[in-house]
């Protein structure tokens, strides 16, 4: 399959679209030194730097030089067992437990993309950057790289000269893209900057000699250092490469696999028996981290991995640019400067190329096969999964992204997540504390009221006050406080902790109240949704609480 794009004036200029096994090997193998990434490339990818995956022919094979020593280093693969261990029990089991705990829907391909991410920057500088944390907040640098990823679409179909003017501009989606690189710039240049303090503050012995981060190893490599010219900006486009590379392309494949185990129940308890047979949970962390041994038996889960990347490849496809006219094996003729898409995503469901092929295949391919089984086994040997009723009812989950990574669109809003307001008052009605708790997820108003619930309840058994009242909107939940019943639903957990914990007050009530006279917990509600995690006052409210509680005192 080889059809030609025509030129024309909206469009980007002449391609051919191949998904042909014997053209993809000319392309990436047989005939590769006349089919290099091509200028365009590089303007069309700046947001992830200039090195390696951008470079081509004589820059490109020293780089590739570099990189495979880095990525087939023993020491590297010493340090990748220490980050996974670390993004596990720092990061995703705690997220994982909140979830569980409270029973509240989390977006799972954000929790595997920041586990991503902060394995791609330990792996770059030594330290985590602890972007997988209860709340989930905002991180501005995943934040990028899904806004240059989708940009870097638009920039393969609109004609060169429309985005050079809209980035002249300062307009639309180059904006957005503008403002993703400053940010990875600022990232890169910050996980440096990091490395250089730690790096002149421990020993030697202290950093661990089996360890290897990609600084390291680079700023330790002479040959390189001398060849290349202005060394911090020449690491800065390292940095950003890896950023993307260790990142973006690997955190989707986990997102596929756990919506295409939801569909196939046996593949997965498989899996499940499979993890259960041959991980011997080691003494101390009795559940959370597996080693590279143990991941390597499990063959299973490697298949079910590859099958989700063959029919789901992270990276949809590869531009390559003609140098001389040249005739495809297909019998298609390129000329000179024409460019000519491999579209993986086409082929994978034939044949495997999702880490492509030929010597420009993927370096970091077994290191991305042990952080995703590390992180798979952990999360199915520890927790069961299912996907949200709102999501299934409301959302065809399973659409890819607009963008150049094979990512699903969002499940909920970008970063979606609700607020809870509580506000504790005296038998007078004044204002004694109140708090604002973001919660990541989108939750019905049963839950969000329980959780409330729950949050207030917490604060006065700390407080020790002896009698208490309880005030929601929420008939259904204020019921069932009132009658101490549970149900199966998904806020049961939350139930059964508010009616246990109720009896250790020697009174207590709970009332319905009217929406509209709970104006003050709606603006904490409010509040919670621009918050990172949590914000409390105690003895004077917000300012932005105030007039609503002076409101309720002198209501009748
Ligand atoms: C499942 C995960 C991954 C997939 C599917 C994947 C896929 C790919 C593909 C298709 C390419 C070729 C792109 C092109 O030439 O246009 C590539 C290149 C590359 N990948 Fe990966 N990758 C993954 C994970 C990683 C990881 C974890 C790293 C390292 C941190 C990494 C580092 C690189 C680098 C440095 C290149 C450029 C190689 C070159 O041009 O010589 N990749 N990857």
Same mark, same amino acid.
């Given at each position: 399959m080889s059809p030609r794009i025509p030129s024309a004036w909206f469009g980007n200029r002449d391609m051919i679209l191949t998904a042909d096994l014997a053209n993809v090997q000319h392309l990436l193998s047989t005939n590769l030194s006349n089919y290099p990434k091509g200028p365009d490339t590089r303007r069309i990818f700046s947001a992830y730097g200039q090195i390696l995956f951008a470079a081509d022919i004589k820059d490109w094979r020293f780089h590739r030089k570099f990189a495979l020593a880095?990525?087939?280093?023993?020491?590297?693969?010493?340090? =990748?067992?220490?980050? %996974?261990? /670390?993004?596990?029990?720092?990061?995703?089991?705690p997220v994982l437990d909140h979830a569980s705990e409270h029973r509240v829907t989390v977006d799972l391909q954000d929790v595997f993309q920041r586990a991503m991410l902060d394995a791609t920057f330990m792996m770059i500088s030594g330290k985590n950057r602890g972007s997988l944390c209860v709340g989930l907040p905002k991180d501005v640098v995943l934040e990028a790289l899904h806004d240059a990823s989708d940009v870097i679409l638009l920039r393969h179909i609109l004609p060169e000269r429309f985005w050079m003017f809209q980035r002249w501009l300062g307009v639309g989606a180059e904006k957005r893209l503008s403002k993703a690189c400053e940010v990875l710039d600022d990232a890169a240049a910050k996980c440096i900057k990091i490395w250089k303090e730690q790096t002149s503050n421990i020993s030697k012995s202290e950093h661990g000699e089996e360890s290897l981060?990609?600084? =390291?190893?680079?700023? %330790?490599? /002479?040959?390189?250092?001398?060849?290349?010219?202005?060394?911090?900006?020449?690491?800065?486009?390292?940095?950003?490469?890896i950023i993307f590379a260790g990142t973006d392309?690997?955190?989707?494949?986990?997102?596929?696999?756990?919506?295409?185990?939801?569909?196939?129940?046996?593949?997965?308890?498989?899996?499940?028996?499979?993890?259960a047979v041959n991980l011997r949970a080691?003494?101390?962390?009795?559940r959370i981290f597996f080693d590279l041994k143990e991941l390597k038996k499990l063959v299973y889960l490697h298949a079910a991995m590859c099958e989700t990347l063959r029919l789901f490849p992270s990276s949809p496809f590869q531009s390559r640019t003609c140098i001389k006219a040249d005739l495809l094996p297909s019998g298609h003729h390129v000329k000179a400067n024409k460019r000519v898409v491999i579209c993986t995503n086409a082929m994978a469901r034939m044949r495997f190329v999702a880490f492509s092929s030929g010597p420009r295949i993927c370096p970091g391919k077994e290191?991305?096969?042990?952080?995703?089984?590390?992180?798979?086994?952990?999360?199915?040997?520890?927790?069961?999964?299912?996907?949200?009723?709102?999501?299934?009812?409301?959302?065809?989950?399973?659409?890819p992204a607009t963008s150049i990574i094979l990512r699903m669109k969002h499940v909920f809003s970008k970063y979606g997540c609700s607020g809870v307001g509580v506000v504790v008052r005296d038998e007078w009605g004044n204002f004694v504390a109140s708090s604002s708790h973001k919660i990541f997820g989108i939750f019905s108003p049963e839950v969000i009221e329980a959780y409330a619930a729950k949050t207030a309840i917490s604060l006065l058994l700390q407080w020790k006050e002896p009698k208490i009242i309880l005030e929601g909107d929420s008939l259904k939940i204020i019921n069932m406080i009132k009658l101490m019943e549970s149900d199966d639903s998904t806020y049961r957990v939350l139930l059964d902790y508010i009616l246990l914990s109720l009896q250790s007050f020697a009174a207590w009530e709970a009332n319905w109240v009217p929406r509209q006279a709970n104006v003050p917990v709606h603006l904490l509600v409010r509040n919670a949704r621009s918050i990172s995690n949590i914000c409390s006052w105690s003895s004077s409210p917000p300012p932005f609480l105030s007039s609503a509680i002076l409101a309720d005192l002198s209501s009748p």
């Open positions: 880095f990525f087939h280093n023993q020491k590297l693969q010493h340090f =990748t067992v220490r980050i %996974n261990q /670390e993004v596990l029990e720092k990061g995703l089991v981060d990609a600084i =390291t190893f680079f700023y %330790n490599e /002479e040959e390189f250092l001398e060849s290349v010219g202005e060394q911090d900006y020449t690491m800065r486009e390292i940095v950003k490469g392309t690997a955190s989707p494949v986990l997102s596929w696999v756990f919506w295409l185990l939801s569909k196939n129940p046996i593949v997965e308890s498989k899996i499940r028996e499979e993890l080691t003494e101390s962390r009795t290191l991305a096969f042990a952080r995703l089984k590390a992180i798979a086994a952990t999360s199915l040997f520890n927790y069961q999964f299912h996907v949200g009723t709102k999501i299934a009812k409301d959302q065809p989950v399973a659409t």
